[in-house]
């Protein structure tokens, strides 16, 4: 039997040995365009993907996205002889067009301990960390990753959410399944790194107001102002934020009205809700539709015309609140840092991921990538006061030896 001492200075070493052809798969990844609404790119990066994988024993199996407009969502199998079985998540896409990588020079560039590229952290050196951790445990535990039953899903369209990549998730799972794993971008907390045990729900709104058109002139009395019933409902909207209850409410974009001598007969404005528990969630929503029903402040002086009101829900993606079973996958990677000498932490965060469908039929831990800043950013100026997404080096290989060490203390 193999000494823990001993298993730890394997594993180093074996992920010391595999990180420049994780480095050179990461590269590949990001030198491949594979922006959501670039279905041939994200294609295309599945295809990588898979064949790095194939390696390991991995079977792909590429399923089409519900929307036309995105690329294949990735699966790949390992089916184990064991009754071991765990999830691990990433996505193929990215925030950037082919067209703004090339107007702001964007693209792989190693300066000093930073890589700068086109989803560097988000996400593919997530990507690039699950192979990193399933080769080296095979080199250094190959009976545990021969009797362990892999699944490896990769959303197409994760910055979208697209809604039948979770449910494709779900129909494939043994019943067996330990746990999901999300590689998103792990976090920095001071010397150390923070991983995520929660994230908060969203809803999009729009909010159409109704009124009627009159000359500015002559018949500005005849006029219900759509625009200025909307400032009223913006004001009120902004206000439902409650930072001692985690709930944002956004006003994101804002459209009517037109030539100025005409008062507006319609007008628009759209909104994000934010929150860590669908309760709160709903109870905002819930307010929001109840403008319809609410008496209007805007009205024609000349016969009492009424400024109408009509909400829609654009897209809704649930809370993932805290949870024991996330908890307990907290504390196993907890004891795996300390005993890696790295210093791990847990937070909330309030942007999403796949976690937030995923969390609700598994117990789920993201934020396991890599390290790294400014996610979604491409820009880059001389002073220095825009940087392009970035990842650590010297992150990869901490969190891949905190990472396998986790994984084989959960299975």
């Known amino acids: 039997m193999i000494s823990q001492p ?6 180093a070493a074996a992920i010391s040995r595999r990180l420049p052809e994780a480095l050179a798969f990461l590269r590949d990844l990001v030198s491949s365009n594979s922006w959501t609404l670039n279905p041939s790119g994200v294609r295309a990066n599945a295809r990588l993907i898979a064949g790095h994988f194939a390696a390991l024993g991995f ?3 590429h399923v089409p996205s519900e929307n036309p407009a995105f690329g294949d969502h990735l699966f790949l199998r390992r089916t184990g002889a064991g009754e071991r079985s765990l999830l691990l998540v990433s996505h193929l896409d990215t925030v950037f067009p082919p067209e703004e990588e090339m107007r702001n020079d964007f693209h792989w560039l190693e300066e000093g301990d930073r890589i700068y590229g086109p989803g560097v952290i ?4 997530g990507t690039a960390m699950i192979w990193l951790v399933l080769v080296s445990l095979r080199d250094t535990n190959p009976e545990l990753f021969e009797t362990t ?4 899903a990769l959303n197409a369209a994760e910055e979208e959410l697209s809604p039948d990549f979770p449910q494709a998730c779900y129909e494939r799972l043994p019943a067996n399944t330990r746990a999901a794993l999300i590689f998103e971008a792990c976090a920095g907390q001071g010397a150390g790194y923070s991983l995520v045990r929660a994230r908060k729900g969203s809803a999009n709104l729009r909010i159409t107001v109704e009124g009627r058109g009159a000359h500015a002139g002559s018949r500005h009395q005849e006029g219900a102002n ?3 019933q909307a400032a009223v409902l913006i ?8 930072y ?20 507006p007969h319609e007008c628009e404005f759209e909104v994000n809700i934010r929150a860590f528990d669908n309760e709160t969630l709903q109870n905002a929503v819930d307010r929001i539709y109840a403008y319809e029903q609410e008496s209007p ?11 109408r009101v009509r909400v829609a829900t654009l897209s809704r993606n649930p809370a993932w609140p805290a949870s024991a079973g996330t908890d307990e996958l907290i504390s196993i990677w907890q004891s795996a840092a300390e005993a890696e000498g790295v210093r791990l932490d847990a937070e909330e965060r309030g942007g999403l991921s796949d976690g937030n469908y995923i969390s609700q039929f598994l117990p789920t831990l993201d934020g396991l990538g890599l390290f790294g800043r400014n996610g979604h950013a491409s820009e880059r100026n001389a002073d220095g006061t825009k940087v392009p997404e970035y990842a650590e080096k010297s992150s990869i290989a901490e969190m891949a030896r905190v990472n396998l060490r986790a994984i084989r203390s959960l299975l």
């Open 6 to 11: 001993q298993q730890t200075q394997d594993a």
């Open 244 to 263: 001692a209850r985690k709930l944002t409410v956004n006003v994101g974009s804002v459209r009517g009205g037109g030539p100025i001598n005409r008062v």
């Open 59 to 61: 079977s792909a199996e």
């Open 122 to 125: 988000d996400i593919k050196g």
């Open 297 to 307: 402040v805007v009205r024609a002086v000349s016969d009492g015309y009424p400024c």
């Open 235 to 242: 004001q009120q909207t902004a206000a439902l934020t409650d």
């Open 149 to 152: 039953d892999w699944l490896v």
């Open 226 to 228: 759509a625009v200025v």
